[in-house]
């Protein structure tokens, strides 16, 4: 049964519900444990829009109680109680509760658990939405279509009244087929988990961050001029190649080979007269542009085309750099992308969201944001067409940092885990030497590193006189220490860091010679996956990362025990489009990055769980001392 609470004297009670007050409505849901919860709103902004209505209920009755009448402070009591409020991306409406210093107590959220359920999955692959989760464990069809009448004229129909109740009629139901499967999968502590940490994630997006713009206008002026002297830079080298031309030990180019793209004006103008200047007419954003210039060089930019198979070509970071002594122009150009990043990402974009009414930035933070379980920010919103900044990949200068700061009168407080990283691979893995490192000897992998990588540095040094006396060596060690730990080979530092694949081989071999209980752990972690069809991220909380195409690479793998070799040899070597040849490749390089996920991810997840975990105690201790709207929540950043 439907029922309506409101003073609109122009609603009367028919047939689809009935027209209650406050007291009776509260009768009704007192004998509930479980309640389902659900808002209508104006818009998405908690600021700047109107509360139109908030539903609660179960299957059998379901309260849509109107608030352009009602106060929903009248709930207030009845919200805050023990009971458990169900609800399908619960985020969103909680955000609006604390606007009017409503904080729930107990909530589970049905698009988490689905989340959950499909952790490891391609976007899109499997949708997220109540109405698919409605037909998907309930058989029904939930009617989305009358979601803007409500918006435009509020709760003014039977269809969008009926509408509303039904957004709540089918939550418990929902959540029971859920918890099966999440029971039968292991995942029941994980949604737990994430359930509590829903709670002040809301806050934190309600909160915000307070911007500086004084000073966010000073760094975007010194940003611009970043950018113009490293495109002056590059045009230097650009005219400097053409006019004298190239030669390395492989390739060799004559003087003149951008003419194409230089252009000297001889004509002149009325006003400024004649400017000899070489003009470049070379657009140093196009790729298209761009790849021929690199190819003269002998630079390889062919690379998989992960979405739709076979090669493509790419001049990325990570495409380039590892070549950049092929070509002069690779430095410059890397430099100048980052610096167009930062001025693009980081620049007006952010003074756009300024919220108006709270004066404040409030982005979007996905909860389940990637497969570790790891949070992520930004994103864009189709409905409202707002493309949302991402506060959490910061960069960490200070000039940047410092530009968000608190309200007068009160105090900015940053929280960092030290080296989180290195103790968790320590730990997960049970690496004997990284735990004596770390917990008894200097507190230093990289200078460990450094040591067991470069036999020339004595063993007892301390790690102060490695610091200074092979500060190279240890910064090499560093970048050989990250890419190791997150399943990185010999091959991966050969091209990383221009090594020979003799030397890379004995880096890489020493590394693991002296990580031993790495290489079992990543040696493991690889058959676990492939025994299982899942990635176990937390042993704690039972978050797993499932292989998507899983049924498809064991199939695969039986295919390729009947396959003649010396047949897939020669059609490799004749035809590598193909599909035998298409076909094993496309298994190893799936197995390749499972792999590498296997234990990366365990590591990424448990820093993640960690970080939920110390936040709901701190939101907790925050309601027990009232700091609600005291204590602001801001963002919670990765180090960049």
Avoid at 82 to 92: A, E, P, T, V, Y
Avoid at 413 to 422: H, N, Q
Avoid at 537 to 553: N, P, Q
Wanted: hydrophobic residues 35%; glycine residues 6%; charged residues 30%.
């Amino acid at each position: 049964m439907i029922y309506l609470v409101t003073r609109n004297q122009e609603l009367f009670t028919n047939d689809a519900y009935k027209i209650i007050g406050v007291d009776e409505s509260l009768s009704l849901l007192s004998s509930l444990t479980i309640v389902g919860l659900d808002t209508e709103t104006s818009g998405l902004d908690v600021y700047t829009n109107k509360l139109l209505s908030v539903q609660l209920g179960n299957f059998d009755n379901q309260i849509v109680i109107d608030c352009t009448t009602i106060d929903i402070l009248k709930y207030k009591d009845y919200l805050e109680s023990d009971r458990l409020f169900i609800g399908w991306n619960l985020k969103f409406d909680l955000k609006w509760l604390y606007k009017y210093h409503i904080i729930p107590k107990k909530v589970y959220d049905g698009f988490l658990a689905e989340k959950l359920l499909w952790l490891g999955y391609p976007a899109g692959m499997h949708s997220m939405s109540l109405k698919s989760a409605g037909y998907t464990y309930c058989n029904i069809e939930l009617d989305k279509s009358v979601r803007g009448k409500i918006i435009w004229n509020g709760l003014k129909s039977v269809d969008t009244i009926i509408y509303a109740a039904n957004d709540v009629k089918y939550l418990e139901q929902i959540m029971v087929k859920q918890q099966k499967e999440l029971e039968l999968k292991d995942l029941s502590r994980a949604i737990e988990y994430e359930n509590r940490f829903l709670l002040p994630l809301a806050y934190c997006e309600y909160c915000g961050v307070k911007l500086d713009i004084d000073k966010w206008e000073i760094k975007m002026q010194k940003d611009k001029s970043r950018e113009n002297a490293a495109l002056d830079k590059l045009n230097k080298e650009f005219l400097r190649l053409n006019n004298e031309g190239f030669c390395s030990d492989t390739i060799c180019l004559p003087p003149g080979i951008f003419k194409n793209y230089i252009f000297i004006d001889r004509q002149g103008d009325l006003f400024t007269g004649y400017n000899l200047e070489p003009q470049i007419k070379l657009n140093w954003n196009s790729t298209q542009q761009l790849i021929p210039i690199f190819k003269m060089f002998g630079v390889n930019v062919e690379v998989d085309d992960k979405k739709k198979g076979g090669s493509k070509d790419s001049i990325d970071a990570k495409v380039l750099k590892p070549q950049k002594d092929k070509c002069p122009l690779i430095s410059l150009y890397l430099e100048y992308k980052e610096a167009v990043k930062v001025t693009s990402t980081y620049g007006e974009s952010f003074l756009k969201q300024i919220n108006p009414v709270s004066g404040r930035i409030h982005t979007n933070i996905n909860q389940l944001g990637t497969d570790t379980g790891r949070l992520s920010s930004g994103g864009k919103d189709k409905s409202s067409n707002i493309e949302y900044v991402n506060l959490q990949n910061l960069p960490a200068d200070a000039e940047t940092r410092a530009c968000f700061v608190a309200e007068d009168n009160n105090k900015w407080i940053s929280i960092d885990y030290s080296g989180e990283e290195s103790f968790l691979m320590a730990s997960i893995a049970n690496d004997k030497a990284m735990i004596n490192e770390l917990m008894y000897g200097e507190k230093d992998l990289h200078t460990l590193t450094a040591k067991i990588v470069f036999d020339y540095i004595p063993k007892d040094m301390p790690a102060k006189e490695v610091k200074n006396q092979f500060h190279s060596e240890r910064a090499k060690a560093k970048g050989y220490e990250f890419a190791f730990n997150y399943n990185g080979n010999a091959d991966t530092i050969k091209r990383n860091f221009g090594l020979s694949e003799e030397e890379a081989n004995r880096i890489y071999n020493a590394y693991m010679s002296g990580f031993s209980g790495l290489k079992k752990y990543q040696e493991y972690k690889h058959k676990d996956w492939w025994d299982k069809g899942y990635i176990l991220i937390s042993e704690l909380s039972g978050h797993k990362a499932y292989i998507y195409d899983y049924k498809e690479l064991k199939e695969t793998k039986e295919w390729m025990g009947t396959l003649d070799w010396d047949y897939y040899r020669e059609m490799k070597r004749t035809d590598p489009k193909c599909y035998t040849v298409e076909r094993v490749r496309s298994f190893f390089k799936r197995k390749s990055a499972s792999d590498k996920q296997s234990s990366n991810y365990e590591i990424q997840g448990t820093g993640a769980l960690i970080f939920k975990v110390a936040t709901v105690y701190f939101w907790n201790r925050m309601l027990e001392n009232n700091w609600f709207n005291k204590v602001k929540l801001c963002i919670p950043v990765h180090d960049k």
